[in-house]
């Protein structure tokens, strides 16, 4: 392994938009319950990274398939990792109501 900076920015930029993205919300997911301090067992810390991870891989397959730019799935695993999925749970529940109700 070569201590050059050059190198390991050159390793980064060739890592997939899919796999850096779910890196992403997993490592911010993880700062994010150290962070906050309210239960940081090692337990809910491991489950909270995964399903940010997951809904970052289908968030941005979603993405994919509408034709954005890859760049998008890094910026939607960041946004999920400080998010949560309990946040995001919540969202998509509001907008599901919403739309049943209208109907």
């Known amino acids: ?4 900076p050059g190198d390991w920015l050159k ?3 060739n890592i997939p938009p899919w796999l850096g993205g779910t890196l992403m919300a997993v490592i911010i997911s993880i700062l994010r319950v150290i962070y906050d301090e ?3 067992s090692t337990v809910r810390t491991c489950l909270e990274s995964m399903i940010c991870g997951g809904l970052s891989l289908t968030f941005g397959s979603a993405v994919a398939a ?3 730019n ?6 939607i695993g960041g946004m999920l990792g400080f998010m949560g999925s309990h946040t995001v749970r919540r ?3 509001k907008v599901l109501n919403q739309r049943i109700d209208k109907l």
């Open 1 to 4: 392994m070569s201590d050059n």
């Open 11 to 13: 390793a980064l930029e």
């Open 38 to 40: 309210e239960e940081t």
């Open 66 to 68: 509408m034709g954005a």
């Open 70 to 75: 890859p760049g998008w799935q890094i910026f």
């Open 91 to 93: 969202l998509a529940m």
